[in-house]
């Protein structure tokens, strides 16, 4: 089975500050991880993904996750804050389907 | 390239009444996905067809939701009767890879349902 798990439903930074949206997924088998985000009223839109390769995955918008096998974690980073990465993030899993989390809605404070 | 396509934006019904969500795929994708996403919540998969074939419905509720994808290409997906708790956004994706689920999936603006 899997799932993920995303730490904070609410996350707010300053303009140019560090983002850091965490997430910790379970898998019974070895991982495919996502995040994806989803701008008011619109579909998802994938950021980044890991399928095995390098631990350190560079997507869109200046984001970056890493994966942590011992800490079963793949938290989503960006070194600088934008008004508009305001938005919801989902972390998704997949194993034999797909899993997303709940969500993190960043809030970015000018 | 034209993205995933869905209609209607928003449906309004009262309870026990019947709907219906159109979806039209990006064009040569073979896979084809439907989410349920209820407010403050992730994207819940309700089924996922392989061309015209189903690949996973084990959390559609098969008493009241049903879907079809004729020709491999537009699916629809229905609910009937509707109960309050199916108000959500549904959301169509699709990828083109036949096998896995690593490919990327593009999805629709979505089909927001209020069900009063």
């Known amino acids: 089975a899997q799932s993920v798990t995303q730490l904070g439903s609410h996350v707010s930074v300053s303009e140019g500050a560090l983002v850091l949206l965490r997430c910790n997924y379970s898998?019974?088998?070895?991982?495919?991880l996502f995040w994806y985000v989803q701008y008011p009223n619109q579909g998802l839109q994938l950021l980044l993904k890991?399928?095995?390769?390098?631990?350190l995955v560079k997507g869109i918008n200046g984001f970056e996750a890493e994966f942590k096998k011992s800490e079963t974690s793949f938290h989503l980073t960006k070194p600088s804050a934008h008004m508009s990465d305001a938005a919801e993030y989902f972390c998704?899993?997949?194993?034999?389907?797909?899993?997303f989390g709940t969500g993190t809605s960043l809030t970015v404070i000018p | 390239e034209a993205g995933v396509a869905q209609s209607p934006r928003y449906k309004i019904i009262e309870k026990r009444q019947s709907v219906a969500f159109w979806c039209n795929p990006i064009?040569?994708?073979?896979?084809l996905y439907w989410y349920q996403q209820i407010l403050g919540q992730g994207p819940k998969l309700l089924i996922q067809?392989?061309?015209?074939?189903?690949?996973?419905d084990s959390q559609l509720p098969k008493d009241r939701f049903s879907a079809e994808r004729l020709k491999g290409v537009d699916s629809t997906l229905k609910i009937q009767p509707a109960k309050l708790e199916d108000s959500a956004v549904y959301l169509c994706?699709?990828?083109?890879?036949?096998?896995?689920?690593?490919?990327?999936?593009?999805f629709g603006p979505g089909t927001r349902l209020t069900v009063l």
């Open positions: 994706a699709s990828s083109s890879r036949l096998a896995g689920g690593t490919d990327t999936q593009y």
């Open positions: 898998s019974s088998v070895p991982p495919y």
């Open positions: 890991y399928t095995s390769a390098a631990t």
């Open positions: 998704a899993v997949f194993g034999n389907q797909f899993y």
């Open positions: 064009s040569g994708h073979a896979t």
């Open positions: 067809f392989q061309n015209n074939g189903v690949v996973d």
